[in-house]
């Protein structure tokens, strides 16, 4: 622009040197310099406006390219604008971090439990509540208090999209694992345990999850999730929960739909583990090839027939504004052992499948209140029942005068409980009470010695002189559970939290339990009961 103008001011003065000079110095002359004069003067003005058009014109796309447009404004900000951001909008956990396009939140809680019971169960964190002892033993009179902080929980989520998939990763563990005798002794060296780690897709309707995660047996709050945020098994603080909640933790693949936001369906395969729990007896003859065929809760690598079949359909709704979940389903399970038959010379197989149905619901009665109830009925479910009754049993045959084979036979078995749940600021109310039910399932042994006066082993069943196997029949161990049930009142206190470092909590889960055998001897107690507490500080991270 400046050369234009001096190119212009040169050309005026050239003008007008050259008419000066000029003879005749006429009036004409005059004029048409004058008129040249304005012409220009009038395209100066003009070249001018027009410059100050565009610089204007300049200045309003810059300022427009240092706006992010709200179609690109995730992709594309200045480094003030993503600050402002991030200061003004906090991560989901401060502890969260990226590599690449993935997500990675470390997360769990540092527990220190304090744990009273008014019988000596032997045990820490993790109850056995099918091993209440009974008052006419000594641990029956003896009280025990523990406290450790082996219940401290780790996880780490990792999450990311590639493309249309949606992909997470989640992993879990405590130090509740298989202890040292000596543990407590001095360091206390607790053992790391896996809980969970698995792997799961969503792409569209379509979800995949494999590895080890929480089962569909599981009650859910909402969907079919494996998510350990998305299960209903209540506000419990023990290790082994609480009785009545039916679940498992292990090795699966699982398929689910997911047509809209109201429906789920899941279709799952996961690792079966044929289960006796140590209280089946079997025929005697055939005792020595049957015991590592039978998992006495101390054999790992028994021979499975086939993976457990899972399914479960859940729908979430409101309901007056109020959430509303419901889901029912089913489990296929499976035994198989094999013997060689009295007067034979090849092992022949045999086989039992169990079958067993579920269902439950929650629903907010009131904003903040929570009421729930669950239930599973069927047989050969026992070991989804915190492992404490037996799967099946194994009976014998008569082939022959003096000869005989065996067949499997499963346990009828039934669990359910039922719950309130309150959040009151920041306090936290759940009080439960459930229970267990393994159904006897016991009969003569033909192959053992007989015994000096008959036996019935079962109402209905005929006195024969043989001693009674299986399980729940007479004369069977105090540890041949009817029925096992708690009652439990849980109390959580917010002391501090911060979303940038987490929370402090206070709990107190109290709760009593009871069982009963099925078969009580003369002048013993009809069940044991226990009462115990759980008074816990927890720091949970952000």
């Given at each position: 622009?400046k050369?234009?103008?001096?190119?212009?001011?040169?050309?005026?003065?050239?003008?007008?040197?050259?008419?000066?000079?000029?003879?005749?110095?006429?009036?004409?002359?005059?004029?048409?310099?004058?008129?040249?004069?304005?012409?220009?003067?009038d395209?100066?003005?003009?070249?001018?406006?027009?410059?100050?058009?565009l610089?204007?014109?300049?200045?309003?796309?810059?300022?427009?390219?240092?706006?992010?447009?709200?179609?690109?404004?995730?992709?594309?900000?200045?480094?003030?604008?993503s600050?402002?951001?991030?200061s003004?909008?906090?991560?989901?956990?401060?502890?969260?971090?990226?590599?690449?396009?993935?997500?990675?939140?470390?997360?769990?809680?540092?527990?220190?439990?304090?744990?009273?019971?008014?019988?000596?169960?032997?045990?820490?964190v993790?109850?056995?509540?099918?091993?209440?002892?009974?008052?006419?033993?000594?641990?029956?009179?003896?009280?025990?208090?523990?406290?450790?902080?082996?219940?401290?929980?780790?996880?780490l989520?990792?999450?990311?999209k590639?493309?249309?998939?949606?992909?997470?990763?989640?992993?879990?563990?405590?130090?509740?694992?298989?202890?040292?005798?000596?543990?407590f002794?001095?360091?206390?060296?607790?053992?790391?345990?896996?809980?969970l780690?698995?792997?799961?897709?969503?792409r569209?309707?379509?979800?995949?999850?494999?590895?080890?995660?929480?089962?569909?047996?599981?009650?859910?709050?909402?969907?079919?999730?494996?998510?350990?945020?998305?299960?209903a098994t209540?506000?419990?603080?023990?290790?082994?929960?609480?009785v009545?909640?039916?679940?498992?933790?292990?090795?699966?693949?699982?398929?689910?739909?997911?047509?809209?936001?109201?429906?789920?369906?899941?279709?799952?395969?996961?690792?079966?583990?044929?289960?006796?729990?140590?209280?089946?007896i079997?025929?005697?003859?055939?005792?020595a090839?049957?015991?590592?065929?039978?998992?006495?809760?101390?054999?790992t690598?028994?021979?499975?027939?086939?993976?457990?079949?899972?399914?479960?359909?859940?729908?979430?709704?409101?309901?007056?504004?109020?959430?509303?979940?419901?889901?029912?389903?089913?489990v296929?399970?499976?035994?198989?052992v094999?013997?060689?038959?009295?007067?034979?010379?090849t092992?022949n197989?045999?086989?039992?499948?169990?079958?067993?149905?579920?269902?439950?619901?929650?629903?907010?009665?009131?904003?903040?209140?929570?009421?729930?109830?669950?239930?599973?009925?069927?047989t050969?479910t026992?070991?989804?029942?915190?492992?404490?009754?037996?799967?099946?049993?194994?009976?014998?045959?008569?082939?022959?005068?003096?000869?005989?084979?065996?067949?499997?036979?499963?346990v009828?078995?039934?669990?359910?409980?039922?719950?309130?749940?309150?959040?009151?600021?920041?306090?936290?109310?759940?009080a439960?009470?459930g229970?267990?039910?393994f159904?006897?399932?016991?009969?003569?042994?033909?192959?053992?010695?007989?015994?000096?006066?008959?036996?019935?082993?079962?109402?209905?069943?005929?006195?024969?002189?043989?001693?009674?196997?299986?399980?729940?029949?007479?004369?069977?161990?105090?540890?041949?559970?009817?029925?096992?049930?708690?009652?439990?009142?849980?109390?959580?206190?917010?002391?501090?939290?911060?979303?940038?470092?987490?929370a402090?909590?206070?709990?107190n889960?109290?709760?009593?339990?009871?069982r009963?055998?099925w078969?009580?001897?003369?002048?013993?107690?009809?069940?044991?009961?226990?009462f115990?507490?759980?008074?816990?500080?927890?720091?949970?991270?952000?």
């Amino acid at each position: 622009m400046k050369l234009l103008k001096t190119m212009l001011v040169l050309f005026l003065a050239s003008s007008f040197v050259l008419g000066q000079s000029t003879s005749g110095n006429s009036t004409s002359s005059e004029d048409r310099i004058a008129n040249q004069i304005k012409t220009l003067q009038d395209a100066i003005s003009s070249q001018q406006q027009q410059i100050e058009a565009l610089r204007q014109e300049l200045t309003t796309k810059k300022q427009a390219d240092s706006t992010p447009h709200l179609a690109n404004a995730a992709l594309t900000t200045s480094s003030t604008v993503s600050t402002f951001q991030e200061s003004e909008k906090p991560k989901e956990s401060p502890l969260s971090f990226r590599i690449g396009g993935t997500d990675f939140t470390p997360g769990g809680f540092v527990d220190f439990q304090n744990i009273f019971r008014t019988v000596n169960t032997g045990n820490v964190v993790s109850t056995n509540f099918g091993a209440i002892p009974f008052s006419n033993t000594a641990a029956g009179h003896l009280t025990e208090y523990r406290a450790t902080g082996q219940y401290s929980r780790w996880n780490l989520k990792i999450g990311g999209k590639y493309g249309a998939n949606n992909i997470t990763g989640f992993v879990e563990g405590d130090f509740n694992g298989n202890d040292a005798a000596n543990v407590f002794a001095t360091t206390n060296p607790h053992t790391l345990r896996l809980r969970l780690f698995f792997v799961d897709v969503k792409r569209g309707i379509w979800e995949f999850t494999a590895g080890q995660a929480w089962s569909l047996i599981a009650p859910n709050r909402v969907g079919t999730s494996p998510m350990p945020s998305d299960l209903a098994t209540t506000y419990a603080t023990d290790g082994n929960i609480h009785v009545g909640v039916p679940y498992s933790r292990d090795g699966q693949f699982r398929v689910t739909v997911r047509p809209n936001d109201n429906f789920s369906w899941a279709l799952a395969i996961d690792n079966p583990q044929q289960y006796t729990n140590g209280e089946v007896i079997a025929p005697t003859i055939f005792n020595a090839v049957l015991a590592p065929q039978l998992d006495g809760a101390a054999t790992t690598g028994v021979p499975n027939l086939i993976p457990d079949i899972m399914t479960k359909v859940a729908y979430d709704t409101k309901m007056g504004g109020r959430a509303f979940h419901l889901e029912g389903g089913g489990v296929v399970t499976s035994v198989k052992v094999t013997a060689i038959p009295g007067g034979g010379t090849t092992f022949n197989g045999h086989s039992s499948f169990g079958t067993a149905g579920m269902g439950g619901l929650n629903f907010e009665l009131a904003k903040n209140f929570r009421v729930m109830a669950y239930g599973l009925y069927g047989t050969g479910t026992g070991r989804y029942f915190n492992g404490l009754g037996p799967q099946y049993v194994v009976a014998p045959i008569a082939t022959g005068p003096g000869t005989f084979t065996i067949d499997t036979s499963m346990v009828h078995a039934g669990s359910a409980y039922t719950g309130v749940e309150a959040t009151m600021g920041k306090t936290q109310i759940g009080a439960y009470y459930g229970g267990y039910y393994f159904g006897r399932n016991s009969f003569n042994d033909l192959t053992a010695a007989a015994t000096a006066t008959p036996i019935s082993c079962a109402p209905g069943l005929a006195a024969v002189n043989r001693p009674c196997i299986g399980f729940g029949g007479t004369n069977s161990a105090n540890n041949n559970n009817r029925a096992i049930q708690e009652g439990s009142f849980v109390l959580t206190q917010t002391l501090w939290k911060n979303p940038q470092y987490g929370a402090l909590l206070l709990i107190n889960d109290a709760s009593y339990s009871t069982r009963a055998p099925w078969f009580v001897a003369a002048g013993a107690p009809k069940n044991a009961h226990m009462f115990m507490d759980h008074l816990v500080l927890r720091y949970v991270i952000p």
